[in-house]
């Protein structure tokens, strides 16, 4: 059983560019989350998912989409990469939403130069 | 709005001695509380949760936390930390009917030998 697996582990982006966070999930969650770690702010919600073709915002949306087209995969876009994206990402998934435990993946590590 | 306040971002304690993390939160409406914990370079695992019944709250590896409502407090505790405990906690709470789960800024646990 995998769990929460994010793709890539690492990345090094140029200001400007796009990309794509994977975030996969084998445990038949109805609800997913992308939050940002981030030094001396904890994590903060960017957006989150009840199921498949449902999505919202969070305390931090701006800059990246989501999408939730089934229910094991929540990949967030980056548009258009900044400095102030350069932080740490953690997708996250749980049975239901907010009274389930969060189950987390790894994390991706992210550098907008 | 929920929100959550660790007001210790660091903490060093001896081997062996008892320690206490603190955590406040702040909401309108009744609350789900967690503590979560992040090991490094991992993501986070749940340590412990209170959604009702009962206000002491047992976790793993030894912790508990106690729920007080006229204090809107759910500190942390452990009466002889390990140096395997070196590792960041995070409070987190959620409102009930609130599909986002928002998280303090963290306590870093420093364990000294």
């Known amino acids: 059983n995998a769990g929460v697996t994010q793709t890539p582990k690492f990345q090094v982006l140029k200001t400007g560019q796009s990309m794509t966070l994977q975030c996969a999930q084998d445990m038949n969650h109805e609800y997913m989350s992308w939050y940002r770690q981030d030094p001396g702010m904890g994590l903060r919600l960017i957006h989150y998912s009840v199921g498949a073709g449902i999505t919202d915002q969070g305390e931090v949306p701006n800059g990246y989409n989501v999408s939730r087209s089934t229910t094991e995969d929540f990949p967030l876009r980056l548009l258009s990469a900044a400095p102030s994206q350069t932080s740490v990402y953690f997708c996250?998934?749980?049975?239901?939403?907010?009274?389930?435990?969060?189950?987390f993946g790894n994390g991706t590590r992210l550098t907008v130069t | 709005a929920q929100s959550v306040t660790q007001l210790d971002s660091q903490v060093p304690v001896f081997e062996e001695a008892p320690v206490e993390l603190r955590c406040n939160y702040s909401s309108s409406v009744s609350v789900y509380l967690f503590w979560y914990v992040q090991y490094p370079n991992q993501g986070l695992q749940l340590l412990l949760k209170?959604?009702?019944?009962?206000?002491l709250v047992k976790g793993i590896n030894g912790f508990e936390a106690e729920f007080n409502k006229s204090q809107t407090s759910f500190h942390l505790r452990k009466p002889s930390v390990h140096i395997s405990d070196t590792a960041e906690y995070f409070c987190?709470?959620?409102?009930?009917?609130?599909?986002?789960?928002?998280f303090g800024t963290g306590t870093r646990l420093t364990i000294i030998p």
């Open positions: 209170y959604l009702s019944g009962s206000t």
């Open positions: 987190a709470v959620s409102d009930r009917g609130n599909e986002k789960l928002t």
């Open positions: 996250a998934s749980s049975p239901s939403s907010y009274n389930s435990p969060l189950h």
